[in-house]
């Protein structure tokens, strides 16, 4: 047993326990081991920028189980990984360098965003190691390294194989400031003013107002769409109407999706507004005008507008209605629309040839797989169900991008029939490698795919790379489904959902049995922490300096699974820091009455409240175990937290304290049952601990037990398995407190010193207890300060 210091430097005692850790490799998966495996589906951060303080918050959260399952003796599968492809980190890339991805050759543009994400990942990856995260690094991996892009590519063919996954040229969602397609999933709303501007249309001589908010798509009118009970207008359905300014005719028809409220109740079908428009252009077979083009800019072909912005066209086509006396009236609103989440743009429907992944067919199995998960809380089940039953669109994968997977495709030059790659020849790059074929069509020209896949048809995948890298082991049969996802619940439209449907497409079965959904931390009232708004306040690294890692850890524990929380550096001032001062000092305390203690040997007889602190502590491991097979890491550590503060250090150490001082009065056996109580009470604390505070509960590990117990780190012992608990000991302590605290109320109400001696201390509790009391009657007489018991039977 070693000395502990006076004080806890933080700083200097986790960089020691980290390089411990790493040097002994205390983390490590091992494939042999007859412990039951618990695998863990981390989310592989997105390479965009610096981690904040809300992904220190959930994956610390999600860190935390881990160290439980480990503690609590399974073998854990803890991998790490990176999603370092796609939209994100092209934008990262253009605002380290200035360079847009357009402007230059894609392979250089490839390169540069290799060397970036790469310097991001290591930075990501010592932020992780100083929180003290306890996963194997050797089973790193990155949605852009060549075995997940087989694994990706290979996912791709299968599908396209059995007609999952499919090409068509479609109205799709398109961010025209990131010139790509997107999903419905990357859709966030935002509230917009706008205006309503009701505009002429005349069918004979009759003038018939339509309200729109997007006058620059007049050239884009394929229809006018009125409700089929509405009066107003049954005598002019199936006739034609002409629009303001372009003077073209297009017909009147009806819909029952049109609003009788909304608006004229009469509405504009163009090409294409929103996805009404889409709707009603397949279901009634109208043809399309092209208006917006993939840059943002109007058509060529499009009248008084060409070549205009869309700001820009809305403006001038506004000034000529304006002008022709076209406008009959306007009305400003404020409405909900549309927007990219990556960079806010509101998203437009282009139409064009982009790979789709069918999910609406699917969506009973999806809803199925849903109700197989286990759901932390059950709450944010509710979320994905409501996903799923609202889809609109089938899962668009393309992207007109550069650094991403990209698809093992090339079209015949003659007929455009795809040609996929052969699997044996996995990852390819299409534009750097050519097809060598004939076409059934008798061409010999093929021209590559230039888009690459959504980041998400990668990192949906992550269970599958887990699984190939568990088989390449010797671990095979059973891997899959994983044990636990845990994750955002932003993403739970995304990540969650798309890996769900991955996995029912290729294994026919769900990803894992468990999910683990996180909140946000706040940076004021509905505003959470983002890398793209900048206002973390801290970094993590400047947090971890100010306060520690294990300060941190501490206040992330006190998270509600699943609820956002504010983000106050004020409570690892105050309850943190206070914590780990107590925990260092009564360890310091315990530990210095424990060198002369020698653990093999039992003592003769364990008193009554050695006994309650013993069953006490173990109550509170079963507690503990229980709300952690849940994923309540908050509920567990206030049961922790109980013990510690209240049962260990304002009541049993104060109740042995003269005993351990003492032995002369008390008796050298009555003082080695007190040393066996805090010896062992201690130790289990501090792995109870542990889960939530690996530093520091590592030292004291090293300094006070590690020689008696023979296993080289606090993190590779296993909490004791639950057992049965003797009431009538627990019982006894409550009731030994009760005696105490009522001494110490009274002294405290007449401004009497603890220490101050009174006559008698009054012990009421029920018979069968006052013998246990007897027992500990020096005890309760040297806390109290009393001369003598008065026992009366309650």
């Known amino acids: 047993m070693k000395e502990m210091e006076k004080r806890f430097d933080a700083a200097v005692v986790e960089k020691e326990m980290q390089e411990f850790w790493e040097t002994n490799r205390v983390y490590a998966f091992h494939e042999e081991s007859d412990r039951p495996i618990y ?187 009125v409700h089929p009970e509405d009066p107003r207008y049954a005598e002019f359905v199936g006739s034609n109407i002409k629009v303001p300014l372009y003077d073209f005719t297009v017909p009147i028809l009806t819909d029952e999706r049109v609003s009788l409220e909304k608006g004229t109740g009469a509405v504009m079908c163009a090409t294409y507004g929103d996805s009404t428009d889409v709707d009603w252009v397949r279901d009634h077979s109208l043809p399309e005008k092209r208006v917006i083009l993939p840059d943002g800019r109007i058509d060529g072909s499009v009248p008084y507008l060409s070549g205009m912005t869309v700001k820009e066209g809305r403006e001038e086509i506004i000034r000529r209605l304006r002008a022709h006396g076209l406008i009959l009236r306007s009305e400003n609103l404020t409405h909900m629309v549309g927007v990219h989440e990556r960079c806010g743009t509101s998203v437009e429907i282009l139409s064009s040839r982009q790979w789709y992944i069918d999910v609406l067919s699917k969506r009973e199995d999806l809803l199925a797989a849903g109700d197989k998960i286990h759901w932390h809380p059950q709450s944010m089940k509710t979320r994905y169900v409501s996903w799923v039953e609202n889809l609109k669109w089938d899962w668009c994968i393309s992207r007109q991008r550069y650094f991403g997977v990209p698809f093992p495709v090339w079209y015949c030059a003659s007929c455009g029939r795809p040609h996929f790659a052969s699997p044996e020849n996995l990852p390819v790059n299409p534009l750097e490698t050519p097809y060598t074929g004939v076409c059934p069509c008798g061409g010999t020209e093929f021209l590559p795919e230039s888009a690459v896949m959504d980041t998400w048809a990668t990192s949906s995948l992550t269970p599958m790379i887990h699984a190939e890298r568990a088989a390449s082991r010797g671990i095979g049969e059973g891997f899959l489904p994983m044990s636990m996802r845990t994750q955002a619940h932003e993403i739970i439209r995304t990540w969650a959902f798309y890996t769900i449907a991955k996995s029912l497409f290729h294994t026919g079965d769900i990803p894992w049995k468990e999910t683990m959904i996180c909140g946000y931390v706040l940076a004021k009232p509905g505003e959470k922490i983002s890398k793209s708004k900048g206002n973390s306040g801290f970094s993590p690294s400047e947090l971890i300096r100010t306060y520690s890692a294990d300060a941190i850890r501490y206040w992330v ?160 012992l296993t909490w004791e398995k639950d057992s049965e608990e003797d009431p009538e000991i627990l019982q006894f302590g409550e009731f030994f407190k009760e005696a105490v605290y009522a001494v110490r ?10 220490k101050a001696e009174i006559e008698t201390v009054v012990v009421r509790a029920p018979e069968s207890l006052l013998p246990l009391f007897r027992q500990n009657e020096k005890d309760l007489l040297a806390c109290t300060h009393a001369s003598a018991v008065l026992y009366l039977p309650a």
């Open 557 to 716: 524990a006190g998270g509600k699974l699943g609820t956002d929380t504010y983000f106050d550096p004020e409570e690892m001032r105050e309850g943190s820091a206070r914590f780990l001062t107590k925990l260092w000092n009564s360890s310091k305390f315990a530990l210095s009455h424990l060198s002369d203690y020698d653990p093999s040997r039992t003592p003769e007889e364990i008193l009554p409240i050695d006994r309650w602190i013993l069953a006490k502590t173990s109550e509170t491991v079963r507690i503990a175990r229980a709300y952690l097979l849940q994923y309540e890491i908050g509920l567990a550590r206030k049961a922790v937290d109980e013990l510690f503060w209240r049962d260990l250090c304002d009541s049993y150490i104060e109740f042995c304290k003269e005993r351990l001082y003492q032995p002369e009065v008390h008796g050298e056996e009555e003082r080695r049952s007190a040393q066996a109580a805090i010896f062992h009470s201690l130790l289990a604390i501090l792995e109870l601990y542990a889960i939530y505070v690996p530093h520091i509960t590592e030292y004291i590990y090293q300094k006070g037990f590690r020689e008696s117990v023979g296993v080289d780190s606090i993190h590779l």
């Open 39 to 225: 695998s863990i589906d981390t989310p592989p951060p997105t390479v965009s920028g610096s981690l904040h303080v809300g992904h220190i918050f959930s994956y610390t959260q999600a860190e935390i189980i881990a160290r439980f399952h480990r503690m609590n003796g399974e073998n854990v599968y803890y991998p790490f990984g990176f999603d370092d492809n796609g939209l994100p980190s092209e934008r990262l890339v253009e605002r380290e360098t200035g360079i847009s991805a357009a402007s230059i050759p894609r392979g250089e543009f490839r390169q540069t965003c290799m060397a970036i994400t790469s310097r991001y990942e290591e930075e990501f990856v010592r932020l992780w190691k100083s929180m003290g995260f306890s996963c194997d690094w050797h089973l790193q991996y990155t949605t852009i390294g060549e075995d997940t892009q087989r694994l990706s590519q290979q996912s791709f063919l299968d599908l396209a194989a059995r007609g999952i996954a499919y090409t068509k040229e479609s109205p799709v969602l398109f961010c025209t400031e990131c010139r790509t397609s997107i999903a419905q999933a990357e859709l966030d709303s935002r509230e917009s003013e706008s205006t309503f501007y009701y505009l002429p249309f005349q069918t004979g001589e009759t003038t018939l107002p339509v309200a729109t908010t997007r006058p620059e798509l007049l050239f884009g009118v394929v229809a006018v769409f």
């Open 745 to 754: 109320k009274y002294k405290s109400e007449n401004s009497l010193s603890m």
